[in-house]
């Protein structure tokens, strides 16, 4: 796990740079990485970017690529959605009640026009390690 938390800063820095990039959420610490409401081992990344172009640019083309495709090695799987992506005025700043309301409903019915997951971070450039 160090070595993926040794690179959040260093990821959520390439993201601030990225075209498309807007806000991400800083717990009240200043912590990048929040703790998940109800279990201590999780954490989180809330962020909002101009398009899903702009986040599938970021995820597949840069260095997250590489910690993307490695997550097994420091994740449990969760057998269940664990990304929600969904359309927001760019101004709008959501908070992570939102952003669990809205996993709910993706997890209930799958991905619908107004909540995603993974499905949209999908690149034709990546092949499966």
């Known amino acids: 796990m160090a070595e993926f938390t040794d690179m959040i800063d260093r990821m959520n820095a390439v993201a601030a740079r990225s075209p498309g990039y807007v806000w991400r959420l800083?717990?009240?610490?200043?912590?990048?990485?929040?703790?998940?409401?109800?279990?201590?081992?999780?954490?989180?990344?809330?962020?909002?970017?101009?398009?899903?172009?702009?986040l599938r640019m970021f995820t597949w083309n840069t260095i997250h690529k590489r910690f993307r495709l490695r997550r097994d090695e420091w994740f449990e799987p969760l057998g269940m959605a664990y990304l929600a992506i969904w359309?927001?005025?760019?101004?709008?700043?959501?908070?992570g009640q939102e952003a669990l309301e809205k996993l709910a409903v993706l997890r209930r019915?799958?991905?619908?026009?107004?909540?995603?997951?993974?499905?949209?971070?999908?690149?034709?450039?990546v092949v499966d390690a």
């Open 87 to 95: 359309p927001i005025d760019r101004t709008h700043r959501p908070d």
């Open 26 to 54: 800083i717990d009240e610490n200043g912590l990048d990485a929040p703790k998940f409401p109800g279990d201590p081992r999780m954490t989180f990344t809330l962020s909002v970017w101009d398009d899903v172009e702009s």
């Open 109 to 125: 019915h799958g991905p619908t026009p107004s909540v995603f997951g993974t499905e949209a971070l999908v690149s034709k450039d």
